[in-house]
């Protein structure tokens, strides 16, 4: 699977928009970007995915490299409950093995977020 | 809320005992994943179950067996348990299996092995 990179911790201000990077310079031309995060004390949580085009859903944004070597999640407007481990997760949709796409976590971003 | 269901939610055991953790998926999903989130190892898969046939094996050590059953509910079983077997125990879904189907994880099962 390709590998993502993301840095270990950001933090941001309340209501102020976060832009959280990944790097995925070995990601191939049929590999999903996906976003997932997990809050304190939960299981984890998807946020967004796309594969060449930028994404918005009611939770985010989801801004992709021309080349898509790298992409960014996007927050609009922080609040304290967005506190979390945020994870970028490539999934090959054209998997040789039995077609399971099960999600592969690396350390993730940890975001904290400041009254 | 998710969707998804795991019980129990906390599991207290000594080593060498058996657990089962037990997960309901959405309804309609037909898909369920196994993941196990320790503090040294991370989030790793562990299985994937696919409308009763097993899909997928990660991580999964031989002590540890899963199943799902006709109602798509799907059970973890753990055995042989060690100390380094602590950790939190999730379940996801999804509709299919697919790259693009997101997940639905469940709360968790904490599992303590003293």
């Known amino acids: 699977d390709a590998k993502t990179t993301q840095p270990n911790s950001m933090e941001s201000n309340e209501e102020e928009p976060v832009h959280l990077p990944c790097n995925h310079s070995?990601?191939?031309?049929?590999?999903?970007i996906h976003w997932y995060r997990q809050l304190p004390s939960q299981g984890p949580e998807y946020v967004i995915h796309g594969l060449t085009s930028n994404v918005n859903n009611r939770m985010a944004s989801l801004a992709i490299a021309e080349d898509r070597k790298s992409s960014t999640l996007i927050l609009h407007r922080a609040t304290l409950r967005d506190a979390a481990v945020y994870y970028c997760?490539?999934?090959?949709?054209?998997?040789?093995?039995?077609?399971?796409?099960?999600?592969?976590f690396g350390k993730g971003t940890k975001l904290s977020v400041i009254p | 809320d998710s969707g998804v269901t795991q019980t129990p939610k906390h599991l207290i055991t000594a080593t060498g005992q058996r657990v089962t953790l037990r997960c309901s998926p959405r309804?309609?999903?037909?898909?369920v994943y196994w993941y196990q989130q320790s503090l040294d190892q991370g989030l790793q898969f562990l299985i994937q179950?696919?409308?009763?046939?097993?899909?997928a094996k990660g991580n999964i050590l031989e002590r540890f067996s899963a199943q799902q059953f006709p109602d798509l509910h799907s059970e973890l079983n753990l055995s042989s348990l060690e100390l380094g077997d602590s950790a939190l125990y999730f379940c996801?879904?999804?509709?299919?299996?697919?790259?693009?189907?997101?997940?639905?994880f469940g709360p968790g099962t904490r599992l303590t092995v003293l």
């Open positions: 070995t990601i191939s031309g049929t590999d999903y």
């Open positions: 309804s309609g999903d037909l898909s």
């Open positions: 179950y696919y409308n009763g046939e097993e899909r």
């Open positions: 997760i490539l999934r090959d949709a054209a998997d040789s093995g039995a077609g399971s796409y099960q999600l592969t």
């Open positions: 996801a879904s999804s509709v299919v299996s697919s790259a693009y189907n997101e997940q639905f």
